[in-house]
């Protein structure tokens, strides 16, 4: 299969998610950002060209303008680099400064963003999720749309496809231009498997073979599923429920545990339960953190690993002796870990995936208002989203560029090759219902979840007490 071929199919399911589950943010813009970075008098005099507006947005001063910029690539995200690589490029052309104030992605970050902007502290740019957990901040009005920046930048995310660009539960405008897309699939340990006589899963493997082939894997003295359900069970519990729901369906929060969908919810819950008491996951599953069931994986001692796109680069740089060097590692290491699809159940495919283009850089009304501002605010995020900066990030995931860039496969490595090829056979890709079922709404399920396997709390009470501070604060 030709890489090029690979790319589309890959930009394709990510169309697929976008239009299904996010809408379309279409404002009718067409054209190329050009070149990624550019002075503030060449915006302004092409602006003036395009629009023939006498107003123009005030240039940055001589001496610069200090941008702060949040985002998520930090800590072990395999993009913290690039992150860190292009916006010093951007620095060194235009003058600018970016404070960079980048935290590692998980709920108390998300907390965080969400208390600055109530208390007046937000960035200048951030990027950041674009479902339900910008809702407070878009419904306060601390960010500016899309639309409204093209207003007086009318190339702005034009090399983008506006119908990829996921638009805002709130009012269905786009804020944030998306880098890169994302998936969620099972990564496996070839070694482990080998020796446990366990073949690699195929497209078409079933629930009932995932369990039969745990078992083998757990009497040949390993522990099948790396998770610590007692810290991040999302992937479990957002993949448990896609067994019982469709591509169609997913996104239905149920009215309550009873109906249709809500029993779904019930049945993903207690087949975690069913893994649980089995045996297939770590002796300390309840008390672990993620990192530590990570290790495990990355260290032999641990079968399959469900998780997203951006670990692959995580599993990449655990088998470099450098880990910030691409140039140490070792490839027979990296060779013995694979990726593919999750086990289905009921009518889901298993081909079936979750993912899509989940998050992007927002400017702040903050920014936006401010006038030495603005100008670097939009020129930062037109060159951290530019056709040659997006690439990098993206990799074997997905974008919303208009065009997909011919990619030669010498530039990656094996696990990100195999990535590519399991996204050629996705028949779907399918949001993530849990960005939608926020907040507290989480707790009785997620936080809840070492009471839930253990047989304290049952499935159907659990689920309904998310359902009902759902539905109460909805």
């Known amino acids: 299969m030709k890489m090029k071929k690979v790319i589309a199919t890959v930009l394709s399911c990510a169309m697929v998610f976008s239009l299904a589950a996010c809408g379309?943010?279409?404002?009718?813009?067409?054209?190329?950002?050009?070149?990624?970075?550019?002075t503030a008098t060449e915006t302004a005099e092409t602006q003036k060209a395009d629009t023939g507006d006498e107003k123009q947005p005030e240039e940055a001063p001589a001496g610069g303008v200090e941008l702060e910029v949040i985002t998520t690539f930090a800590g072990n995200d395999g993009n913290a680099q690039n992150y860190k690589k292009f916006y010093q490029q951007w620095e060194a052309e235009t003058g600018n400064k970016v404070v960079d104030m980048s935290a590692t992605s998980d709920d108390t970050f998300k907390v965080r963003i969400v208390t600055d902007f109530e208390t007046g502290s937000e960035p200048d740019v951030l990027f950041f999720f674009n479902g339900a957990d910008a809702n407070s901040f878009i419904e306060a009005g601390k960010v500016v749309s899309i639309e409204d920046i093209r207003a007086e930048y009318p190339d702005y995310a034009s090399n983008m496809s506006d119908g990829r660009i996921p638009a805002s539960l709130v009012d269905n405008k786009a804020y944030a231009v998306p880098v890169n897309g994302i998936w969620e699939a099972m990564f496996v340990n070839m070694e482990v498997l080998d020796a446990a006589g366990v073949a690699k899963p195929g497209a078409d493997y079933t629930w009932e073979q995932f369990e039969a082939d745990c078992q083998k894997i757990k009497d040949a003295g390993y522990t099948p599923i790396a998770a610590a359900l007692g810290d991040i069970p999302h992937y479990w519990w957002e993949f448990a429920i896609f067994n019982h729901t469709t591509p169609e369906n997913h996104l239905t929060?149920?009215?309550?545990?009873?109906?249709?969908?809500?029993?779904?919810?019930?049945?993903?819950?207690?087949?975690?339960?069913?893994?649980?008491?089995?045996?297939?996951?770590?002796?300390?599953?309840?008390?672990?953190?993620?990192?530590?069931?990570?290790?495990?994986?990355?260290d032999g001692k641990a079968a399959f690993l469900i998780d997203g796109s951006w670990k692959v680069n995580g599993i990449v740089s655990a088998c470099q002796s450098d880990p910030d060097d691409a140039s140490t590692l070792d490839a027979e290491k990296l060779s013995k870990f694979d990726v593919t699809y999750v086990p289905a159940k009921d009518s889901r495919k298993t081909t079936d995936l979750l993912g899509g283009l989940t998050m992007g850089y927002y400017i702040t009304k903050k920014a936006w208002d401010d006038p030495a501002k603005r100008q670097a605010a939009v020129d930062f995020v037109s060159f951290m989203t530019s056709d040659d900066v997006v690439p990098v990030f993206a990799q074997h995931a997905a974008s919303a560029l208009k065009n997909a860039p011919e990619v030669d496969e010498s530039v990656f490595n094996e696990l990100q090759i195999k990535s590519l090829e399991m996204m050629a056979g996705c028949t779907s890709i399918t949001g993530v219902v849990q960005d939608l079922f926020q907040g507290e709404s989480r707790v009785p399920t997620f936080d809840g979840m070492p009471e839930i396997v253990t047989g304290k709390v049952s499935a159907v009470d659990a689920v309904q007490e998310g359902l009902d501070i759902y539905y109460s604060t909805n």
Do not use: C, H, R
């Open 24 to 38: 379309s943010g279409d404002s009718g813009s067409t054209g190329s950002t050009g070149s990624a970075a550019t």
């Open 253 to 298: 929060i149920p009215e309550s545990a009873s109906d249709e969908i809500g029993q779904g919810w019930v049945a993903a819950m207690e087949d975690i339960k069913a893994l649980y008491e089995a045996g297939y996951f770590p002796d300390n599953t309840l008390s672990a953190k993620d990192d530590e069931t990570f290790a495990m994986f990355v």
